[in-house]
């Protein structure tokens, strides 16, 4: 019980207003969701134009294939350059829900915010939109829905024509995302806060690399990799994904090494020599990939890898470990594809995170074709859905004759995406690869 006059007293209050502030946030951004995918969904990325840079939909559909959270997933991306929630509201039933998705992400509220100051009618607007998009959802038999938040927009790029600043515009599209984040919880859906994580990073790669570098180039609206990266993991993250890619554990005193699912042990050798050393070659097969990114981690450009050490993707979503036991000496030499690295025996006994310690490793190549190829059938979707299946209705008031003739051109459409993603997909080959572990005596 709380006594009268504690409950007046300022300090307490604070403390009180604090911890339920606390209980909130807790409850509505989680720290890593349940996991949303499930063996075999469709998965329908979509949203507006930064959607349509087809960079983060492939990062997502890159994950989905190789570092496989669930098996079999299939995936297509709907961005449409412009479109706000109520422009994707009216394409629903004729573009997205044909495609038969299980489950959808949206990103939408850029737009929304019209580039201008919040207002009641702006939100709204967005509020009865992003509702009446997640009902018709629903209504269509999509079983889980992922509400995405807007992300933000960058000082260093944002349009020089605007009567106002980036920053004003950012506390605009930070409303929004209070509102995303409402609906959500309101109609029992997923919630993937894309613009809290993207202005953190934005202001460390700033910080490390000068206030001219661009997270968010075009217009200071359109992410390049580098911010694209972040709103893949701002998804992946919402999806439960829990980045368990896979773990090989040696043990260099029983002379064994065991592989998680993914990860098959095709061959073992354990060598010493005469100083009291000991060397072991583990020969693996994998058919479950690591996140593999493109760039120097260390050159503040457009690409990827620059950005990771701002966020813990590595850490939460990309794991892949090895875990060495038995070794003697405080220190031991790790060989993985061209590149040699040394641990302490300690960090090796708790598991190094190969993903993280080494960018250039034998899954690159492999993982690039994928990534050409995903790349290649969004493209497509792109095509299909903008100018083809979205024209349909036009053509038939056109040629009112040529209805069934038009249906049997996008179904040809639509068998094609299938075939461009059965090709990404048959990409997905066993790498096999050699670990070599050399102990100091």
Known sequence: MVLPAMASHPSFMKILAAFFTLVLVSVAVPLRATLVLQPND?????????????????????????????????????GWGGEKAGGFLARI?????????????????????????????????????MTAVVEKLKAGGVKSIVVGSPGCVDAAAFYPNMPYAAEDYNKTLAALRGIAMEVAQKEGTGFADVYTPMME??????????????LIAGGGVHPNNNGQIVMAYAFLKSLGCDGAI????????AGKAIGTPGQTITG??????????SMGLVEVESTRYPFCFQGDPDKPD?????????????EDLNRYLLVVK????????????????????ADLAKGINLAAEFLVNPFCDQFRKVHAAVQAQQAQETHLVKELIHNVPVFKTIAPNSGADLEKVVADGMAQEGKLFAAAAALVVPVQYTIKIESEP
């Open 326 to 345: 038995g070794l003697k000496g405080s220190k031991a030499k790790v060989t993985w594809g061209t590149t040699t690295k040394e641990f302490s025996t």
């Open 201 to 214: 990073v934005n202001a460390k790669a700033k910080a490390a690399y000068g206030k001219t570098y661009q």
């Open 93 to 129: 039933d004729h573009e997205v829900l044909p495609f038969k998705p299980t489950v959808v992400t949206t990103c939408y509220g850029m737009n929304d915010g019209n580039y201008a100051t919040m207002t009641q009618a702006t939100g709204d607007t967005y509020r009865q939109a």
């Open 268 to 277: 073992f050798a354990l060598s010493g020599d005469q100083t009291g050393g």
């Open 302 to 314: 457009q690409n990827e890898a620059c950005m990771l050490k701002f966020f813990p993707f590595n």
């Open 42 to 78: 469709m998965v329908a990325i979509c949203g507006d134009s930064i959607t349509e840079q087809k960079l983060y939909s492939v990062f997502l559909e890159d994950y989905f294939l190789m570092c496989q959270p669930a098996a079999g997933l299939r995936c297509a991306q709907f």
């Open 246 to 253: 896979g773990t090989i554990t040696v043990d260099m005193t």
